[in-house]
């Protein structure tokens, strides 16, 4: 059975950082697509960034692109998200998700199973 389990949320001034965690486990297949997601209160959820185990590629959202990194540690079955110059706007409950393929990029729908989420709040 698959489970993720995010860690690493909290509250942070703007302009700081905070990294995420996401350990994975009980996945049978060898290549996969993961990625985090965000939702903030009254919004749709949206795609942040997602890697693909096979390569490595990544993608952003252009909200987060030069701020935020994502990667995994394939030994220890952990993904993470390095959040730099963190702002207002960041301030949100963020998943992990775990899929079969990368062709839909950040469309959360290609995603087959999620974390119970962390919480990250930006001040000013």
């Known amino acids: 059975q698959v489970q993720l389990v995010e860690s690493g949320g909290g509250s942070v001034q703007a302009g700081g950082s905070l990294r995420l965690s996401c350990a994975a486990s009980?996945?049978?297949?060898?290549?996969?697509?993961m990625g985090w997601f965000r939702q903030a209160p009254g919004k749709e959820r949206e795609g942040v960034a997602r890697v693909y185990s096979g390569t490595g590629s990544t993608d952003y959202a252009d909200s987060v692109k030069g701020r935020f990194t994502i990667y995994q540690d394939s030994a220890k079955n952990t993904l993470y998200l390095q959040m730099n110059s963190l702002k207002l706007e960041d301030t949100a409950m963020y998943y992990c998700?775990?899929?079969?393929?990368?062709?839909?990029?950040?469309?959360?729908?290609?995603?087959?199973?999620w974390g119970q989420g962390t919480e990250v709040t930006v001040s000013s």
């Open positions: 998700a775990l899929g079969f393929s990368c062709a839909g990029g950040l469309r959360s729908s290609q995603y087959s199973y």
């Open positions: 009980g996945f049978p297949f060898s290549t996969y697509c």
